[in-house]
T-cell receptor, first 113, second 112 residues
Framework: NAGVMQNPRHLVRRRGQEARLRCSPV?????VYWYRQLPEEGLKFMVY????????ESGMPKERFSAEFPKEGPSILRIQQVVRGDSAAYFC???????????FGPGTRLLVL | QKEVEQNSGPLSVPEGAIASLNCTYS??????FFWYRQYSGKSPELIMS????GDKEDGRFTAQLNKASQYVSLLIRDSQPSDSATYLC????????????FGTGTRLTIIP
């Protein structure tokens, strides 16, 4: 996983609660992508961030989902008022710069009860 | 039409044989092409990247790209049981925003 850290690795929430997923990219990497993998489906792009900027959020649901990548600290994917359909594996990938390889973190597996 | 299409499998190949995985994509402006391996419950791991027409070899793996046919393939020679995994084909359109569009993956099983 080339040093990308994600936590928690597993997260259980009840419907209506909030989920916060954290991604620490490889040291020196300033590009972060978030992807979601629903059961038995491929990975779907959600959002692309650089430090303090959202570059592309075309894959994010319009409501309840938000993402940030502050100047200091990890990137955060926040899901408010979770529903059962949010249950999935959420992966972040970090990239040093344009044209470079994306390295995936171990993922956070979210289960909504 | 899906942007990236793969046969879901499962594909079963005897140990030592060649495994052939195929992928087609719909967006002609796609620039970069990747094969990721994903073991069950794990994260995707980059196996090969290819950017220009032709073949690219790395050890037991060969990626082939044909932009005219919008077709990418991955060959695994001398297949090993440890190659049993789901293989994901991914493409991106351009530098500057390199979000990946993935196929649903092909599940490969190597039979000892």
């Amino acid at each position: 996983n080339a040093g990308v850290m994600q936590n928690p690795r597993h997260l259980v929430r009840r419907r209506g609660q909030e989920a916060r997923l954290r991604c620490s990219p490889v040291k020196g990497h300033s590009h972060v992508y978030w992807y979601r993998q629903l059961p038995e489906e491929g990975l779907k792009f959600m959002v692309y961030l650089q430090k303090e900027n959202i570059i592309d959020e075309s894959g994010m649901p319009k409501e309840r989902f938000s993402a940030e990548f502050p100047k200091e600290g990890p990137s955060i994917l926040r899901i408010q008022q979770v529903v059962r359909g949010d249950s999935a594996a959420y992966f972040c990938a970090s990239q040093r710069g344009e044209g470079e390889t994306q390295y995936f973190g171990p993922g956070t597996r979210l289960l909504v009860l | 039409q899906k942007e990236v299409e793969q046969n879901s499998g499962p594909l079963s190949v005897p140990e030592g044989a060649i495994a052939s995985l195929n992928c087609t994509y719909s967006d002609r402006v796609s620039q970069s092409f990747f094969w990721y391996r994903q073991y069950s419950g794990k994260s995707p791991e980059l196996i090969m990247s290819i950017y220009s027409n032709g073949d690219k070899e790395d050890g037991r793996f060969t990626a082939q790209l044909n932009k005219a046919s919008q077709y990418v393939s991955l060959l695994i020679r001398d297949s090993q049981p440890s190659d049993s995994a789901t293989y994901l084909c991914a493409v991106n359109r351009s530098f500057g925003n390199e979000k990946l569009t993935f196929g649903t993956g092909t599940r490969l099983t190597i039979i000892p």
